[in-house]
């Protein structure tokens, strides 16, 4: 046994409907000083997590449960604890289970009967890993809430009408919505709105709509009481409470369905909100920024939005450009992500070539500044020579936009490919994640790995 000193920290949960072998390895993990919360099958293993999320940082789960294929249940697990290490157990391992598990996220998939040790070493890298995300989770919140309009790079008139109208409406207490393409920085401007109004020194609490499915969105928001449903042992904040006296930054707004659209509205009108299981309300003092990539006006007047709570949240809006309409910006926005990553990266880096400024320069940059970060960061880990070259640069930028974007018949790029099958369904669905993910046949939380890859 390690000594108290040396315990691991976090919290492990396993899943597994076999009682005799869920107790073995619950055994096994506390003589090595591990927390394990126990669950016989899926359900009751997502009511545990949802009362231990903050703690888990590793789940161990059975792929044949009675009521759930582990694999399955990969995305709602992630959607409960984003940061915690996933790995499937299964008493006959196939490939084609394997190769799902990995795709949908999953840190491993291990058979029944491995070794103690085996086990034992698959669980403290994960934990490793865990631990490491959630640092690395903490850090960014931290740099975040000190974001300011300072940290909004570019002199282009398109960026500086936003930020002007953006540092208007900072003082007040008005809802202010923002609107602009997926990458363009809308998180960026509602930090530096928060940063700029008088709830400087309270929470900025950020959630994205579309991460969470319906039935789980409600109790994140609201929070709930012990006894709510089975497995709420004891009350839960909300992150309106979470925010109390902030600032809170609903992303993805448009994601949000006819029953919380309702809900929100409440919210607004009142200051007060209900809790799961509570028939009292909660009052809270919370400023509400919310953002979309949709045109919210418009699915208001087809009737996909309530256009009494598209009103109440465009008291202000502030469209925050594409990269597209702000080209002058590319070249300072680079220079600014290659200094940050070649710091990271502790690499000597002077600048960037002309050929590879001229090919920054010439590309349409659909997925906005996020991409323009994404892509020099993969030139900054690739470069060798003190200026960034075109070496450096995806393959998509040694040919033409026109020809980067062609479709099947004319490019055999399998990433050029699937970046573009993805646009096309996420506009088929008008931006709507979970459904886009169930279209392409992949987890929601690989869709937003491939988001960000692609810079979409």
């Known amino acids: 046994m390690r000594a108290p000193d040396e315990m691991p920290e976090g919290t492990i949960l396993l899943i597994d409907d076999e009682a005799s072998l869920r107790r073995v390895v619950a055994r096994v993990l506390e003589f090595e000083g591990y927390t394990v919360v126990q669950a016989p099958d899926a359900r009751r293993g997502l009511e545990s997590l949802r009362q231990h999320a903050g703690e888990v940082l590793v789940i161990l789960c059975d792929v044949k449960l009675p009521d759930a294929h582990g694999v399955e249940l990969l995305p709602r697990l992630r959607a409960l604890a984003p940061l915690a290490e996933i790995i499937l157990l299964t008493a006959y391992g196939t490939i084609s289970d394997g190769v799902r598990a990995m795709k949908e996220g999953a ?20 934990l490793e890993k865990a631990r490491l995300q959630h640092r690395v989770a903490e850090l960014e919140k931290q740099i975040g809430a000190r974001a300011d309009f300072s940290t909004l790079i570019g002199s282009s008139a398109a960026l500086q009408r936003a930020k002007a109208l953006a540092e208007r409406v900072a003082p007040t207490e008005a809802t202010v919505l923002l609107e602009g393409p997926t990458g363009s920085g809308k998180e960026l401007f509602a930090q530096a709105i928060h940063q700029a109004s008088p709830r400087r020194g309270k929470p900025f609490v950020a959630v994205n709509c579309s991460a969470f499915p ?34 809170l930054f609903l992303d993805e707004i448009g994601e949000l369905d006819g029953g919380l659209q309702a809900k929100l509205l409440r919210v607004l009108e009142t200051q007060e909100f209900y809790k799961l299981g509570d028939s009292k309300p909660t009052r809270g003092n919370v400023r509400l920024v919310a953002a979309t990539n949709r045109n919210l ?77 994404n892509v020099l960061e993969r030139a900054v880990i690739l470069a060798d020579e003190e200026l960034l070259t075109a070496d450096t640069l995806p393959p998509e930028f040694q040919r033409p936009p026109a020809e980067a974007e062609a479709g099947p018949a004319t490019t055999h790029n399998l990433r050029a490919l699937e970046k573009q099958h993805i646009q096309q369904v996420l506009q088929e669905v008008a931006g709507n994640k979970t459904e886009a993910a169930r279209q392409l046949g992949i987890g929601v939380k690989t869709l937003y790995r491939k988001l960000d890859e692609y810079g979409l």
């Open 214 to 247: 319906k039935d789980l969105l409600e109790s994140e928001l609201f929070g709930y009481r012990k006894g709510a449903f089975t497995g709420a042992n004891s009350d839960k904040k909300g992150l309106f409470e979470e925010a109390h006296g902030g600032t």
């Open 107 to 126: 840190f491993d998939y291990l058979t029944k009967g491995d070794s103690d040790d085996q086990l034992l070493v698959i669980v403290a890298r994960a």
């Open 297 to 373: 006006r418009q699915e208001a007047e087809q009737g996909h939005f309530r256009p009494d709570l598209y009103y109440r949240l465009s008291v202000f809006v502030v469209a925050v450009p594409p990269l597209s309409e702000r080209r002058e910006d590319i070249q300072p926005l680079a220079e600014h992500f290659l200094h940050l990553y070649a710091a990271r990266l502790r690499k000597r880096l002077r600048g960037l070539d002309a050929e590879f400024l001229r090919l920054l320069l010439a590309y349409d940059w659909r997925g906005n500044v996020r991409e323009l970060k």
